[in-house]
């Protein structure tokens, strides 16, 4: 399966950007992660195929909010109120598993990466 993530760009504090991720085949539970330069890779936000239930980080709970569509393979990150240090390289990944744990290993599959700038 590959991961075809975009959406990403520059946006001003207090803006919105959505993130979008087209899968080749199906995954069961997807995730996106960011990485700022000098961090290890973050979890963001997951979800999973059957039930559509949701898992948020708590530095992007009540702003950012993943959705999808299981009929177009497709993952969107709708990112609100961003702030400067949402500055980062954001990427989907997926699995095999109905589940979506924070840890970057357990996910089979990785986008290329889309950049995010924030200005303030």
């Known amino acids: 399966v590959q991961l075809q993530a975009s959406g990403g760009g520059l946006a001003q504090a207090g803006g919105s950007l959505r993130l979008s991720c087209a899968a080749s085949?199906?995954?069961?539970?997807m995730a996106w992660f960011r990485q700022a330069p000098g961090k290890e890779r973050e979890f963001l936000a997951g979800?999973?195929?059957?039930?559509?239930?949701?898992k948020y980080a708590d530095s992007v709970k009540g702003r950012f909010t993943i959705s999808r569509d299981n009929a177009k393979n497709t993952v969107w990150l709708q990112m609100n109120s961003l702030k400067p240090e949402d500055t980062a390289v954001y990427y989907c990944?997926?699995?095999?598993?109905?589940?979506?744990?924070?840890?970057?290993?357990?996910?089979?599959?990785w986008g290329q990466g889309t950049l995010v700038t924030v200005s303030s």
């Open positions: 979800i999973t195929w059957s039930d559509d239930s949701t």
């Open positions: 990944a997926g699995r095999r598993i109905n589940s979506v744990p924070i840890l970057a290993a357990q996910y089979s599959y």
């Open positions: 085949g199906r995954t069961y539970g």
